[in-house]
């Protein structure tokens, strides 16, 4: 069982920046790809961005490709979502997530632990 929790969420105006993080309970978080996914009030969960275990591949939505960037520190168990360049439309509940799956996945049912989430708002 891995728990997952998350923080840095908050409230920052448009063209701002939140670092958001991932703290993992295993200290094997190595032997998980992680993704950061979020979901508006009223909107489907969406997939944000993904990491494989050794952090050499990364993927992005296109609405956010250019403006956050995921990164794993697997000797501290966090995973970080940086986020630049904010907008209205990224309001969301950002949650992360962990694989056991070799390669990363932009899937949410290939995912097999999910924490809490945080909130962002970006309004001015």
């Known amino acids: 069982q891995v728990q997952l929790v998350e923080s840095g969420g908050g409230l920052v105006q448009p063209g701002g920046s939140l670092r958001l993080s991932c703290a993992a309970s295993?200290?094997?978080?190595?032997?998980?790809?992680m993704g950061w996914f979020r979901q508006a009030p009223g909107k489907e969960r969406e997939f944000v961005a993904a990491?494989?275990?050794?952090?050499?591949?990364?993927d992005y939505a296109d609405s956010v490709k250019g403006r956050f960037a995921i990164s794993r520190d697997n000797a501290k168990n966090t995973v970080y979502l940086q986020m630049n360049s904010l907008k209205p439309e990224d309001t969301a509940l950002y949650s992360c997530?962990?694989?056991?799956?070799?390669?990363?996945?932009?899937?949410?049912?290939?995912?097999?632990?999910w924490g809490q989430g945080t909130q962002v708002t970006v309004s001015s």
């Open positions: 997530a962990a694989s056991s799956r070799y390669w990363y996945s932009r899937a949410g049912n290939d995912y097999d632990y």
């Open positions: 295993t200290r094997t978080l190595i032997n998980y790809s």
């Open positions: 990491i494989t275990r050794s952090g050499g591949t990364v």
